[in-house]
């Protein structure tokens, strides 16, 4: 089993940074995709980057694309969600996410386990 932490969100007007974390603990973490979705009010869940279990391959949404940046620090256990130049848009509920596929995939339906949320709000 694997249980998820997220940390770092906050309020920042546009333009502005946060550097969102996850903090990891199971018997499979090192083995894991690991990836961050959010959900604003009233909207679905969506992909927003993916990093395969050894760090070396990353994948974005088209929003967030040149903005964010994910990394992965499998010796800390933890994952890593920079984002630059935030825009009101970028608001919502930030989640990490593991997948069992062992491959970069933006299908929620193939991440298994979820962390509770961390709340990000840009202001315009």
């Known amino acids: 089993q694997v249980q998820l932490v997220e940390s770092g969100g906050g309020l920042v007007q546009a333009g502005g940074s946060l550097r969102l974390s996850c903090a990891a603990s199971?018997?499979?973490?090192?083995?894991?995709?690991m990836g961050w979705f959010r959900q604003a009010p009233g909207k679905e869940r969506e992909f927003v980057s993916a990093?395969?279990?050894?760090?070396?391959?990353?994948y974005y949404a088209d929003s967030v694309k040149g903005r964010f940046t994910i990394s992965r620090d499998n010796a800390k256990n933890t994952i890593n969600l920079q984002m630059n130049s935030l825009k009101p848009e970028d608001t919502a509920v930030y989640y990490c996410?593991?997948?069992?596929?062992?491959?970069?995939?933006?299908?929620?339906?193939?991440?298994?386990?979820w962390g509770q949320g961390t709340q990000v709000t840009v202001s315009s």
């Open positions: 990093i395969s279990w050894s760090g070396g391959v990353t």
């Open positions: 996410a593991a997948g069992s596929t062992r491959r970069l995939t933006s299908l929620k339906n193939e991440y298994d386990y």
């Open positions: 199971g018997r499979t973490f090192i083995s894991y995709t």
